[in-house]
């Protein structure tokens, strides 16, 4: 896939892990700079490029040069990631080769086919848009993103790539788009798992001409974008066959709440419970208490949906089982819960755990 | 099941569970006073009595009652557990009127019986013996287990019962089995998922007048006990077909050590890729990454078994898919991973994630 900029603002966030790829680590130095300018991001699956050492960051270095040719801009302009096996070299002077051909066939309206280039075991290509009316004219945004598996992300989820006609700084668009991230592909967990890759990137090419400094509208609806990627991202989780968002409440502080939440979302026996449609409400009783999180059993507060399960540390006296049997056949779950001790709040998306994650990652080599 | 002592020195530990059901609490606070004297241990499946509440106080002080009535010993040395749903009022009545038929049909050798009947998702029961031979003479030790799914501990595991006839006094036994714990029921992990219930009781009865006492066999061999039970645990893990011990090596410190042993021990994609006999050693490289423990890519060494994977950050040169496959055909696998950034290490064991792991918890109400 590969996305030209005559002109572009870039900012990203990435992924935290300590054996990321060589193309994130070559991401995270060429922000750290400072030029605005034309730009590029070229992006390969089938082969990551994590845990190949000095070939890694020889082959990133190649395929820069190659783009920065074909493309006549800077090498420092040229931003790449790779996804699909860890620890094989990737043979990147196929890509080198094909970036002519890449760039002859660039289409403005090519977004839609971009988001395939970037699948691999994704079952459905992943993008938004929005379009914001700022005071000084209208600007739009578009992203396309994939992931399905190895999804836990810490700082930003597999790759995103994000576009947008505003002008904005590169201060200002990166602190947008590191609030807007821990907000929305930091919220999500497939499986606990966290990628050598991940990568989201956002470009502002300010082709519009409309200022969109300071601008919460344009801020909240990148982040709109983001958060529709991001479930994208959760319903297509390997395996999936339920969207479930888990909404806690009453927490001592968002960390506290965060950690609750993610407890939940991550457990291998909520998550089943939720493939076999069983309201087994003990096992949410049980994430709660392995969280580490402030807790007080006789204050606790659980439900699905608008049923209430259990409150006071003890079942709901009217609950009614049919009727949340009946709730968890749904396709879209919340799973809410009170701890009764405060007023921090945190929400987060997962899905369930089926035998279709068994047997994609039994045999997919990633 | 019942256990009866006509003299005992009691520790244990137990979950550190938010969400700990009443039994632990009642056997915590029981354990924080200092009488010794007979004591019993009365065990029931079915229901965890966790969640209870106010009515899970009460069943746990019923059962203790009527058991001392019955058994003619203090109810403070009445030591209770209960496993299986979590959050359903325990009909603590029925086995209140059970505890008389148990005493009578107490019989010395019935540990294997006992086994079995604390049994729940487990496909088989769980015990293990030493014999010790000290200065003063030979004692005993014999233990017993269940637990196959909701299985990382933190503190101890499910429910294990070990019997000991050596003499020794309350703190050093507390001291012996807070370590051995620490080292085989911590080190152990089938699903992530902290139980509400875990408990593990060691009763020291003396009978053997044998005084063990400052010998270090006798925390080896009771040590070994709990090694012993540990792995049966992990072997009956909630459809697992493989054992897997995880070893860490050149770690900073035990702490990241562990970390990141229990970071493979519990990612989902590294438990499905060895369910299906992948040598898929990129998500080893991905699970030391998101660890949070010091790494450095360049420095990384992987094996499984004695098939060296990767070494300095790369691939090794003469690495043998086809040798790693054969490997992962057995039933008992070692990945062994070296981070060469100090002397730190620790092992860990899991099993893989299977269809049958889904099958168990789709279905099963815990």
């Known amino acids: ?26 991401c995270q130095r060429k922000l750290a700079q400072s030029e605005d300018g034309p730009a590029a991001f070229l992006v390969n699956s089938g082969n ?12 990133v270095a190649g395929i820069c040069a190659a783009a920065a040719s074909a493309l006549g801009i800077a090498e420092e302009r040229i931003f790449t990631s790779s ?3 860890i620890g094989e070299p990737l043979p990147w002077q196929r890509i080198a080769e094909a970036v002519p051909a890449l760039r002859d066939a660039l289409d403005a309206g090519g977004i839609e086919p971009a988001a395939r280039a970037i699948m691999t075991t994704d079952t459905f290509p992943k993008g938004a848009s ?3 009316a700022l005071p000084g004219g209208t600007v739009r945004i578009a992203g396309i993103a994939k992931g399905s598996g190895m999804i836990a992300p810490d700082m930003a989820t597999m790759l995103v790539y994000v576009f947008t006609d505003a002008k904005v700084g590169r201060e200002e668009l990166q602190e947008i788009v590191s609030t807007a991230c821990d907000r929305t592909f930091n919220r999500i967990t497939v499986d606990s798992d966290t990628s050598t890759s991940d990568t989201l990137l956002v470009a502002a090419t300010g082709a519009s001409g409309v200022d969109a400094s300071g601008e919460p509208a344009f801020a ?33 502080s968002e960390a506290d709440a965060h950690r609750v939440a993610m407890a939940i979302a991550n457990s291998p026996l ?3 419970a939720i493939a076999g449609e069983d309201a087994n409400w003990g096992r949410i009783v049980m994430a709660v208490g392995k969280s580490g999180a402030e807790a ?22 009217d609950y009614s089982e049919e009727a949340a049997s009946a709730y968890m056949r749904r396709q879209e779950l919340e799973i809410g819960v009170d701890l009764g001790l405060g007023d921090a709040t945190a929400a987060v998306w997962t899905c369930d755990l089926t035998h279709g994650y068994i047997d994609i990652n039994a045999d997919y080599r990633s």
């Open 296 to 317: 007080d059993r006789d204050r606790l507060a659980i439900r699905f949906g608008d049923i209430v399960v259990a409150r006071d540390g003890f079942r709901a006296p």
């Open 130 to 132: 929005a379009e914001v």
């Open 1 to 26: 896939m590969l996305a030209l900029m005559d002109e572009a603002v870039v900012a990203g966030t990435f992924t935290r892990s300590a054996t990321r790829s060589a193309p994130v680590r070559d």
């Open 220 to 252: 909240q609806a990148l982040q709109g974008v983001f958060h529709d990627l991001a479930l994208q991202v959760v319903r297509d989780g390997e395996g999936a066959t339920k969207l479930v968002e888990v909404r806690v409440t009453g927490a001592v």
């Open 48 to 59: 990551s490029n994590a845990f190949t050492g000095r070939l890694g960051k020889e082959a």
């Open 270 to 272: 909520v998550k089943t």
């Open 83 to 85: 996804t699909g096996v």
